[in-house]
């Protein structure tokens, strides 16, 4: 692999706008060689021994006098209007032919320079500021652990720290100060001292759940009695070894930046002295081994000191097992995933194959109980496809995701380690693809048992049987089938059901719109508890539509979604006290009345009912498409040339556009539901399924722009890394006294 491309696949996405432009200086050096090609120059052969630069180190530091004047640049130091050292290279011998062109090379180079140095710079500065905060959670723990262990010891049992509930993120507005010194170590020889920090901290919840949020609403206490035992000491300790794990990474991603971009000038700079037959690389290099960003050690030390402070306190001194939790995570690729995924294509092909050779031999289209098996076997049926079909959206998501370097993992909040690639998520689709096959092909019958005059019990069980086997895969607390993914999943459709009571995140609302898009589905789950639950599949017959009370869910499932999306965006409208929430509400409660009134006119016909679903869908359609195209994904900005974005990931715009005319065509299927446009050879309940699968459809094409555009966001904002609650909050009232 070329450096260029190693270069972009190793740099952390989210700032890859303060990397080193390296494609922008090799067109420029590309650009200098065209250049003397059409003057003429001719290239100096670079001596033998210039090729190989050393195993310890770069350049020579000593410089003669005789290669100060053959020197071909110059490199000074100046400090700019920011208080911050620049640097200003200068060209010698000017007057040489098509050395102009050079200028632009090592004027952009600078600037180039002077971004990477000063990021680096800001960013061990924030390091630094928080290690000072981690020096004090550690005199915190160490001063926990006294008190548990001694619990004799000038206080007494009896007494209790506060908990804050409403501080549930002690990482944002803490106030730190500048570098302080290991004060961790100096806590075992004194321990009434140690004790003393107790006077001073309170311990934050780990995360706000519904009582915790119930008790503030209601404006009951905010602080809870947490006495000094070994189990709250053992939570404690776990909430602050994450802290720590991820500001180790932190430490690494910031340390692997600064080697890269050095790679990146070294790589340039010889470029540049073997296209230009120059020898500027030796002193540029030079410049750059004494710049900040190369001779600053402060990341070094931190990570030497936060390795020290793991292995003792978090891994029983055993530093293999700490270095394990320290390292993050490389997924590796299985090939038994890849075989398996294809082994279950070919078996999904197969079984459709015959499903449709059975179909004609049988001339199951024209036999008698074909209307039956459509209105009974075909909606649950559905249900494994509406999901396969999502899954499968899902998994092409995350296959561009990938391609265009989008941090879906880190959005998300996924574990390391533990997020599924679009291989994995392929896999599970197509063998629940082939498991509901296969049930249908079994449960073709299309008479009753003339001895029973009954259907088989055993085939008509078999939808049933896979949906209790999937939720029981779902919730199986074993360590098998991803577990840590079914959990995450699981914890956020809690979230969803509990809107108003969690703090809304994207994973949160990401979810609750997937939902919006399964509408059918969640009708197919009602259709499920009916038939089965009222012992209809004994005789294959329907009559739940005739239930007043089955009716009533059909309305009621179909808003859950989108009550669910309304609530989180009254939540974050009373939370971040920031209006578009507000118009994003009143888009959800547009759609809520749409979906009401077009499930209304479906059950009972009439031109009142028709009326109201035409005026409320177009409204909700425009409302929701607009929202779609100019807020989710961030398009047609006035600002841009191209009426979209600064900034795009798909290098082709036109991809932006078919997305547009596609989203906005795909949500005007629902006027089949309004002006009843029916295809004749076509059964009503396989319409509705159409329907529902354009609508999964569009919500797969959504959600690779909405991600895009979250994504281009945290790129403007350098935030790369997730913040972690901490367990202590220093009560600096109590400290000023």
């Not at 035992?229 to 053992?234: A, G, S, V």
């Not at 679009?422 to 449960?443: D, E, G, K, P, W």
Request: charged residues 25%; proline residues 2%; contains cysteine.
């Amino acid at each position: 692999m070329k450096f260029g491309k190693e270069f972009v696949a190793q740099m952390i996405p989210e700032w890859q706008q303060a990397y080193m432009d390296y494609s922008c200086l090799k067109s420029i050096l590309q650009e200098i060689q065209n250049a003397r090609k059409r003057s003429g120059a001719v290239t100096r052969k670079q001596p033998m021994h210039r090729n190989f630069s050393g195993l310890t180190k770069r350049y020579s530091r000593g410089t003669s006098s005789q290669e100060l004047d053959n020197q071909d640049i110059m490199v000074s130091e100046m400090i700019g209007g920011d208080g911050f050292e620049r640097y200003e290279t200068t060209i010698m011998r000017v007057a040489e032919a098509g050395r102009e062109s050079e200028l632009v090379f090592f004027k952009t180079l600078d600037l180039e320079f002077h971004k990477v140095n000063h990021f680096y710079k800001s960013k061990v500065e924030e390091m630094v500021k928080e290690a000072v905060v981690l020096n004090r959670q550690m005199d915190a723990l160490i001063a926990f652990r006294i008190k548990v262990d001694q619990p004799s010891s000038s206080w007494t049992c009896s007494e209790t720290v506060s908990v804050d509930v409403n501080a549930l993120d002690a990482t944002e507005n803490r106030e730190t100060v500048a570098d302080g010194s290991n004060r961790g170590g100096s806590t075992r020889g004194n321990v009434p001292e140690a004790l003393s920090v107790l006077d001073r901290i309170r311990l934050n919840k780990a995360q706000e759940t519904p009582l915790s949020r119930i008790r503030n609403v209601l404006k009951l206490s905010h602080h809870e009695e947490l006495k000094f035992t070994r189990e709250n000491l053992k939570k404690i300790e776990e909430r602050l070894k994450d802290v720590f794990i991820e500001f180790y990474r932190k430490l690494k991603h910031l340390n692997n930046y600064s080697f890269l971009n050095t790679l990146a000038i070294s790589k340039i700079m010889k470029k540049y002295d073997k296209i230009a037959s120059r020898s500027a690389a030796k002193t540029y290099m030079e410049t750059v081994d004494n710049s900040y960003l190369t001779s600053s050690d402060e990341i070094r030390k931190l990570m030497v000191r936060v390795e020290s402070i793991f292995v003792e306190y978090f891994a029983s001194s055993n530093r293999s097992k700490a270095m394990n939790l320290l390292r993050p995570k490389v997924k590796k690729e299985k090939h038994r995933t890849t075989f398996s995924s294809g082994f279950f294509v070919g078996c999904s092909v197969s079984l459709v194959i015959a499903l449709a050779l059975l179909i004609h031999a049988r001339n199951i289209i024209g036999a008698d109980g074909k209307n039956i098996y459509m209105e009974t076997m075909f909606p649950l049926y559905s249900l494994f496809g509406f999901v396969v079909l999502h899954m499968f959206m899902y998994a092409s998501n995350i296959y561009f995701w990938k391609r265009y370097r989008v941090n879906y993992p880190f959005i998300f909040g996924f574990k390391e380690g533990t997020e599924l690639g679009y291989r994995h998520v392929l896999l599970l689709s197509f063998c629940l693809n082939t498991l509901a096959l296969a049930a249908v092909i079994m449960n073709l019958d299309m008479e009753m048992d003339p001895s029973t005059n009954d259907y088989k019990t055993l085939t008509e069980l078999l939808p049933l049987f896979i949906v209790c086997l999937v939720i029981a895969i779902t919730i199986c607390p074993f360590n098998i089938l991803y577990r840590s993914s079914r959990f995450f999943f699981i914890m956020v459709v809690f979230r969803c059901i509990a809107a108003p009571l969690y703090k809304v995140n994207l994973p949160d609302f990401f979810l609750a719109d997937q939902f919006t898009s399964q509408v059918q589905a969640l009708r197919s789950l009602e259709f499920y508890i009916c038939y089965y639950g009222w012992g209809d599949f004994r005789l294959r017959q329907n009559t739940c539509r005739s239930s007043h009370v089955y009716s009533t869910f059909y309305f009621i499932v179909a808003v859950i979604p989108y009550w669910s999306r309304f609530l989180q965006c009254v939540r974050r409208l009373i939370e971040e006290k920031d209006s578009t929430e507000g118009y994003n509400a009143l888009k959800y409660f547009f759609t809520i009345v749409a979906v009401c009134l077009r499930t209304a006119y479906s059950l009972n016909r009439g031109n009142a009912w028709r009326n109201a679903a035409w005026f409320f869908s177009a409204l909700a359609t425009f409302y929701g498409t607009y929202w779609d195209i100019v807020f989710d994904w961030g398009l047609l900005h006035k600002s841009s040339k191209s009426w979209l974005r600064e900034k795009l990931l798909v290098p082709h715009r036109s991809v932006y556009y078919v997305a547009m005319v596609v989203n906005v065509v795909l949500r005007l299927a629902w006027l089949q539901t309004v002006l009843d446009f029916n295809i004749p050879f076509l059964h009503r309940e396989i319409m509705v399924a159409l329907l529902a699968i354009l609508e999964i459809i569009r919500r797969g094409i959504w959600n690779f722009f909405r991600l895009e555009n979250e994504h281009l966001n945290n790129v403007g904002k350098f935030r790369a890394f997730k913040s972690v609650p901490l367990p202590f909050n220093y009560n600096e009232e109590s400290e000023s006294r």
